[in-house]
């Protein structure tokens, strides 16, 4: 999935910024839901990548950049792009459908 | 059919006997996006007139015509030389196209092939190329599969929850008569083909209406569906398990809730009005209140060691979240060389085999194929580890890993379980496999093990459950101060043990990839891999091993090939069958034997008959074998999809079906065995 690509399918699966809600309530939800598909990368990385690979994790994120230091531990897990491309289109399309089922039962 | 020598493209050399097939070179395109390695590919095509029976009759001698019982011909198929071809021609496309092509790129390459074919079609090669169509496409549907799984598991889908789920409520080794991976490989494509059901059952249309991606709406349709199947599968009673068959899933599943009448077309149609409206209604509406605050599930609540990592790496990243995951997604597609073959090395034009073998180890990333090797499976020690001579226990534990405790203090029941039935049988094999001059009797010996050291804690579960299978058999590879590399044990895990994960057939294999890597080991110490492949260190060894298990076998099989005297296709089956031939390569010697006992094993208990190994080497001894297989199932395997050609010996052991497109094994539905 392209940079573009991911976001877009957040923004539109979402209807962001199209001025639906107020422009402060699309970047709450913008930022949330990027704050879950990292926490989805990092179990993505906790289940694929080796143990010795992810020892060090926290150290690194300390003093590196972290999309290398990702980049760096999921270089040899099979097809990690394609896999993790995936992954969190998958999880952004849940993320949705759990967010409307709340949506629907308190509603 | 038009000559074919008036045919630009193809150029037909004569033969000097005509009753041998005329060979054409279909030249194909020098299409970069895939990559050519060579532009010709060869087919043997029979002509008309090298093909006349004695009576002056055309018969194909790559198509059959079987005749049923009262005489009448039934419909074409593959004759065994054709079978032969088939795979020949498959193997001379799969040299055109590059060696981790997609199934969308091996499509394309079968489309060029057929494209030129067409000006056969008429006459007597139609129903030829009809049937090579056939099996082709079936070789890519199978690489397809294969790619859509992945991707299931990737995307933690639904309906992998459902294949679990169906493994865990229908699955019965004892009853069931064949392996867990026979009993995932068939669920897994009757799970495949219930998905594309219900992504058919949403349109475009709905998903308008909707005003969602029907993406979005195929993924809502999929909660309902994998729900209702798991409810299905949770309620059934022990007489249903036994009748249960996964073809009709999810059929029972919504005639048991909406009634016989409902289906999967019907029941999306009776509920996409709801989710329209409900899409419609609450998408605008969702607020940050709406999006879940964790993301973690039942299975992570059960496992606070990962949500504490989770959450103590989040804690340090002081960057936008969006910038992390795109720059990572971006970088490691480059280090990983993307998934377009655009950006993979020239190769070589001119034919490749055999020596492009070592070409092809150097430019191409075999991955993909590696399927279920886990990144660390082969890892490198260079101190403390032991040879079997300072610990002949060492097959059972790992060295680097947690070995805090001994069998005994697992709990009794466990412990007990470890040394009875199959566990016991595969323990005292290898102890006897390692230490092969003990004079211990098998009593003795497990007395022995009884107190070893054994690998236990937790860092083998981070893989199991994640990848079927699990990795739960591993070697480890020591380097002397000479840089010279060994592989000096086969672990077990004890908990897998424990839990009953490790079966004989995954004991087994692990022995029978450990005899493998043994003989790499060899050709790395020899200077071989090196001469042939560039790998001249012990660091770039275990990448290789790692990272390109193929291009390993393929050479490890050559050098068998040429020096020790193995024919290439002497034996198909061994012990570690399904995931040798998933990589592609013949074994040795000692992996034949093993394969030999084990498949008398497997014999006794499926037909009551004592085999000898020499019964199994001869053709007729397995034809009868596989005849008594179908007699018992080939109707209830025809009724779930499969086609005859998936139905033989290999699913006879449960070894799957994806073998053929990974370059390995043909399937065939006679007898593998042809011992020289």
């Known amino acids: 999935m392209q940079k573009d690509k991911l976001d877009q399918h957040i923004v539109s699966t979402f209807h962001l910024f199209e001025g639906k809600r107020d422009e402060s309530e699309d970047r709450k939800i913008y930022d949330k839901i990027y704050a879950s598909c990292l926490e989805e990368m990092i179990r993505f990385a906790y289940e694929n990548a080796s143990a010795s690979s992810l020892e060090s994790l926290d150290k690194r994120l300390d003093t590196e950049a972290p999309d290398q230091v990702f980049a760096d531990i999921l270089k040899n897990t099979p097809n990690a792009a394609t896999r993790l491309n995936a992954r969190i289109r998958y999880f952004v399309n849940q993320l949705f459908a759990q967010s409307l089922e709340s949506k629907l039962a308190h509603a | 059919m ?44 029979p002509t008309k007139d090298s093909t006349q029976s004695p009576e002056g009759e055309y018969k194909h001698p790559f198509v059959d015509h079987p005749e049923d019982e009262d005489g ?45 074919l067409k000006q056969y079609e008429d006459g ?43 493994r865990d409520t229908l699955y019965d080794e004892e009853e069931a008569g064949y392996g867990e991976a026979f009993f995932m490989n068939f669920t897994e494509k009757h799970i495949l083909s219930l998905k594309t059901k219900v992504t058919e059952a949403v349109t475009e249309e709905h998903a308008q209406k909707a ?24 309620n059934l009673t022990d007489e249903e398990i036994a ?25 999306f149609d009776r509920h996409v009005n709801e989710y329209q409206e409900q899409i419609a209604q609450g998408t605008d509406q969702i607020t940050a209140n709406d999006i879940p605050d964790t993301i973690f599930d039942k299975e992570d609540e059960a496992r606070p060691d990962l949500k504490q990592r989770i959450k103590s790496a989040v804690s340090k990243i002081k960057v936008s979240p969006r910038k992390v995951i795109t720059g990572a997604l971006l970088a490691v597609g480059l280090a990983q060389g993307g998934s377009s073959v655009h950006n993979q090395p020239t190769l070589s034009q001119e034919p490749v085999r055999p020596d492009g073998v070592a070409q092809q180890m150097k430019d191409h990333d075999y991955s993909r194929y590696v399927r279920h090797v886990e990144s660390d499976d082969v890892r490198t020690q260079t101190t403390g580890a032991q040879s079997p001579q300072e610990n002949p226990y060492g097959f059972l534990y790992e060295e680097g890993r947690s070995q805090e405790g001994s069998v005994n203090d697992l709990p009794a029941e466990t412990r007990d379980f470890l040394f009875v039935g199959p566990h016991r049988e595969f ?39 994640k990848v079927r299978g699990g990795r739960t058999v591993s070697s480890t590879i020591d380097v002397d101060d000479e840089g010279k590399v060994s592989f000096n044990a086969v672990a077990f895990d004890s908990v897998a043990l424990a839990e009953g994960r490790i079966t004989p057939d995954l004991a087994a294999e692990g022995i029978a990839k450990h005899y493998l890597y043994q003989e790499a080991a060899k050709l790395y110490n020899s200077g071989y891999l090196d001469k042939v492949a560039g790998i001249d260190s012990p660091e770039e060894f275990v990448e290789a091993m790692n990272t390109n298990m193929r291009g390993m076998l393929t050479l490890i099989e050559q050098k068998l090939k040429y020096e020790d005297g193995v024919h290439q296709n002497a034996v198909f089956f061994n012990v570690g069958g399904e995931w040798i031939n998933r990589d592609g390569a013949t074994t040795n010697k000692h992996t034949v034997e093993d394969a030999f006992d ?53 699913n006879f052991v449960g070894f799957g079906s994806y073998e053929s497109a990974q370059g390995g094994a043909d399937f065939t539905q006679d007898p593998l065995f042809h011992i020289k």
Do not use: C
């Open chain 2, 2 to 45: 038009p000559e074919a020598e008036s045919l630009p493209e193809i150029d037909v050399e004569s033969s000097e006997q005509e009753t041998e097939p005329q060979v054409i070179y279909i030249e194909m395109p020098e299409d970069k996006a895939l990559a050519t390695r060579t532009t010709e590919v060869e087919l043997h095509i």
């Open chain 2, 72 to 116: 009448n011909l039934g419909s074409a198929r593959l004759s065994k030389e054709g079978k032969e071809e088939a795979k020949r021609s498959w193997e001379e496309l799969r040299d055109y196209l590059p060696q981790n092509a997609t199934a969308a790129e091996l499509r394309a390459g079968v489309t060029i092939l057929l494209d030129k």
């Open chain 2, 124 to 166: 007597p090669q139609a129903e030829y190329i009809d049937l090579i169509n056939r099996s082709f496409a079936e070789r890519v549907r199978s690489v397809e599969r294969d790619e859509q799984m992945e991707e299931m598991r990737a995307s933690n889908s639904p309906w992998v929850g459902v294949i679990e789920n169906a």
């Open chain 2, 211 to 234: 005003g969602v991606s029907k993406e979005i709406l195929e993924s809502i349709y999929e909660r309902e569906v994998t729900a209702l199947m798991n409810e299905y599968l949770d």
């Open chain 2, 243 to 267: 009748k249960a068959n996964i073809a009709g899933i999810l059929e029972n599943a919504i005639h048991q809730k909406y009634g016989a009448e409902a289906n999967v077309n019907n029941l």
């Open chain 2, 427 to 465: 323990l005292l094999h290898t102890y006897r496999l390692y230490n092969p001059d003990t004079t211990l009797t098998d009593d003795q010996v497990v007395d022995e093990l009884r107190n070893v050291d054994v690998l236990t804690g937790p860092a083998v579960d981070e893989y199991l459950g």
């Open chain 2, 598 to 650: 084990r498949f008398q094993d497997i014999a006794f208990d499926f037909t009551g008959f004592e085999y000898t190994a020499k019964d199994l080497a001869n053709a007729e001894s397995l034809q009868d074998l596989n005849e008594q297989f179908r007699a018992q199932y080939w109707d209830e395997l025809t009724e779930l999809g499969y086609t005859p050609e998936d139905i033989q010996v290999w």
